[in-house]
């Protein structure tokens, strides 16, 4: 594992911004694997910025989002698919982008065809990854077991609450998602895990102290070859 400790947000997506960066230079048609939430949207930005300012060029990247929310409308605002759109794919050039269907009449059949649409496309270089404050890694909840493939899975009662926020009142909200399993994510050649925030410290000192805990999904990223994790003081608790 290599840790990067930044002074702030900022400075943390602009780090992370360097990599993926670095990634498209060594390799233009590089496939990356895109995270939602909170965290990443810093990333975004600043790749947005850099793509206006000609400092990198997706058009022949090709992109895998880690998870969606099921069942949920592709346009609905709080979908994964909206949320890539409005934050990252309608503003750069990426050639070809895909997500699960959180509208599939068989999410099992979505699930498999998923894994296929990854292989085919040659694996995951570089995986982009947040982590909830349960530690869950995509929505691989904490469990005596963890799926090799992509599956749908029943969201933990803490991350339904933490992200209720992003769905009004008296909206419903789903309570399952289809999500890459921990194999899927294990296979991406690069892993960067962002983590920001005071919420996250807890979890991000488990992390820090190298050792592979059951209940903590993230922390079996610790034996991955190529692990970066990327921290602001605030995830520190310093």
């Known amino acids: 594992m290599t840790v990067i400790k930044c002074e702030s947000y900022e400075e943390m997506s602009s780090v992370a911004a360097d990599l993926v960066v670095g990634q498209i230079e060594s390799k233009p ?17 600043e790749l947005i910025k850099r793509y206006e300012d000609k400092h990198v060029d997706f ?11 099921y069942p949920i409308a592709k346009d609905h ?35 498999a065809l998923y894994d296929a649409q990854i292989e085919a496309a040659g694996g995951i270089d570089l995986q982009i990854l947040g982590i909830g404050t349960n530690g869950h890694i995509g929505f691989n909840e904490p469990s005596d ?19 209720s926020r992003y769905f009004a009142a008296g909206e419903t909200q789903p309570t399952s998602a289809i999500t890459m399993g921990i194999g899927g994510i294990f296979n991406a050649k690069k892993i960067v895990l962002l983590i920001s925030g005071a919420s996250k410290a807890p979890v991000a000192k488990r992390l820090l102290e190298n050792k592979v805990y059951t209940d903590l999904p993230a922390s079996l990223l610790l034996l991955h070859r190529d692990f970066t994790v990327i921290l602001d003081r605030e995830a520190l608790g310093e």
Do not use: R
Not at 59 to 64: A, D, M, P
């Open 29 to 45: 048609d590089s496939v990356l694997g895109l995270a939602t939430g909170s965290t990443p949207l810093g990333l975004y930005a």
């Open 59 to 69: 058009s022949q990247i090709v992109t895998f989002n880690l998870d969606e929310y």
């Open 77 to 111: 605002p709080q979908s994964y698919h909206y949320y890539m759109d409005t934050n990252f794919f309608s503003k750069v050039n990426i050639a070809s982008k895909y997500l699960p269907d959180g509208q599939s009449d068989d999410p099992d059949a979505q699930s």
């Open 145 to 163: 077991a963890y799926s090799m493939s992509t599956f749908m899975t029943a969201l933990a009662p803490s991350t339904i609450e933490s992200n």
